[in-house]
């Protein structure tokens, strides 16, 4: 799961829409590594499903208490062809098999926070916390406030319980 806490003041540009992304790459020869990145994405999607409800009752309550509000709750879950596009491209672009590609994927379930700014920090800080007393792993955080890119914010990866 990927958590992006932003500040209220943040203007940013997401795109959950194809005619805005970049063209996928390695189409053309053999469907096999296509029908392979559905089997896979299907499979990431299944095990992820059942547990999003929790995920996202366990990311709200933190990010409420904070004053904030969860943003783009629609898109909480990958679509198929998305998750089945990003592995096969990355497999693609990387040299790796699809289950390689599969593998690293952390993105299938995806939640945006926004929190005021006079509360960010702990509020960062606190979500950290929250999850972990939960029984999530919570790795990799980031801040992409520096890089400028459309998404600027502290970036958590964490694992549910169940390992999701």
């Excluded at 003041?9 to 029908?35: E, L």
């Excluded at 990010?63 to 497999?91: F, T, W, Y």
Aim: net charge positive.
């Amino acid at each position: 799961m990927k958590i992006l806490v932003r500040r209220e003041t943040a203007m940013s540009f997401a795109c959950y829409d194809r005619s805005c992304a970049p063209p996928p790459v390695g189409h053309g020869g053999s469907s096999k590594p296509h029908i392979k990145a559905h089997k896979a994405a299907g499979a990431i999607l299944s095990k992820a499903s059942p547990v999003a409800p929790s995920i996202t009752r366990d990311v709200q309550g933190v990010i409420k208490r904070n004053g904030g509000e969860m943003v783009g709750l629609e898109h909480q879950l990958k679509g198929l062809p998305s998750l089945r596009r990003k592995i096969h491209d990355k497999a693609q672009t990387r040299g790796q098999t699809i289950e390689e590609s599969a593998s690293k994927v952390t993105d299938a379930i995806r939640y945006t926070g926004v929190v005021p700014t006079a509360k960010y920090g702990k509020a960062v800080k606190e979500i950290q916390e929250s999850l972990k007393k939960k029984g999530y792993e919570v790795f990799d955080v980031e801040n992409h406030w520096a890089r400028g890119d459309a998404y600027n914010g502290v970036h958590m990866l964490a694992k549910h319980p169940s390992g999701a």
